[in-house]
């Protein structure tokens, strides 16, 4: 697909799933919560900062940086979403954070000047861009010399099953597309070479990579496909068009591929996410 037509098609994408991000935000930052930890400690955010998280979503990365920042300091949560951002909003005023600015913006053409942000967060959303060298090498012009970036990527598909589960039955029943080879994706980064050479291309120094495991917790299968339809676009759309009987389907074989994962009161599914900073 065209970059440009990618960029309009994953956009409408976002804009339709935001407000399911926002009804899932709490129980999903439970998910991802140890993700936020790394990345805002890697930072390690200084009073008087100004810090900008990159596709932010709802903003909860740089939400928990920003009591860091202090009133002198200031953090910029943008997303390429105008919806996103207005979820973001909600929740810093939630939260009371008073140094927040929003900003709708795309990671491959920050509006902002060279040098004019201390650090950078980005929760899972490098991969998703058709050009994540530019972004990269757009976040290290807007870094101040000596600034820092921080970032989270999905490992593997097969380290992943609390999305992988789904998106395998979906493939197998023909009713969603396979990955096109080379396309931007939620595991183009799981191959830590291929993340090196994006950093190195875009002129930084990585200082870390580390794995952070993560547990996304079901009450049973249904739960996994009231969850799914709020929060991935293209689960919401193959499930709206299905028929009753390739629902049925759906669920009767998700239950039989959630097995393995049974817990007391339900399911608990894993992941591993791949955290790097780089300077
Ligand atoms: C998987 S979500 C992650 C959201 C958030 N960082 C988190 O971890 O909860 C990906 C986000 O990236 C945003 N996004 C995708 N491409 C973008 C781009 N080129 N510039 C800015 N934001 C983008 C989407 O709108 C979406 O909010």
């Given at each position: 697909m065209d970059p440009q037509e990618y960029k309009l098609t994953t956009l409408e994408n976002w804009q339709r799933m935001a407000s399911g991000w926002e009804q899932h935000r709490e129980d999903r930052e439970k998910f991802v919560g140890p993700v936020s930890e790394w990345l805002v400690r890697a930072l390690a955010p200084k009073p008087g900062d100004t810090v900008l998280e990159l596709a932010a979503g709802p903003g909860d990365v740089g939400f928990t940086a920003a009591p860091l920042l202090g009133p002198e300091g200031h953090l910029i949560s943008s997303d390429f979403s105008p919806e996103m951002v207005e979820v973001a909003r909600r929740r810093a005023a939630e939260l009371g954070l008073r140094n927040v600015e929003h900003r709708v913006l795309d990671a491959e053409d920050i509006p902002l000047a060279d040098d004019a942000v201390d650090g950078v967060l980005c929760r899972f959303g490098f991969m998703l861009m058709p050009d994540p060298v530019r972004a990269l090498a757009e976040t290290r012009r807007v870094l101040r010399p000596g600034g820092r970036l921080a970032l989270a990527v999905w490992s593997t598909a097969e380290r992943n099953p609390w999305v992988t589960?789904?998106?395998?039955?979906?493939?197998?029943?023909?009713?969603a597309p396979p990955p096109?080879?080379?396309?931007?994706?939620?595991?183009?980064?799981?191959?830590?070479?291929?993340?090196?050479?994006?950093?190195?291309?875009?002129?930084?120094?990585?200082e870390r990579i580390e794995e952070v495991p993560v547990l996304q917790r079901y009450d049973d299968v249904d739960d996994y496909i009231r969850v799914s339809n709020l929060t991935s676009g293209m689960f919401s759309r193959v499930w709206s068009d299905a028929s009753a009987a390739?629902?049925?389907?759906?669920?009767?074989?998700?239950?039989e591929d959630f097995v393995p994962y049974a817990v007391a009161g339900g399911y608990a599914l894993p992941g591993v996410a791949v955290c790097a900073s780089a300077a």
């Open positions: 589960v789904a998106g395998r039955i979906l493939l197998e029943f023909g009713l096109e080879p080379g396309a931007p994706g939620m595991f183009v980064f799981a191959d830590e070479q291929r993340l090196r050479g994006v950093f190195e291309d875009a002129g930084f120094t990585l390739e629902r049925e389907a759906i669920a009767t074989r998700l239950a």
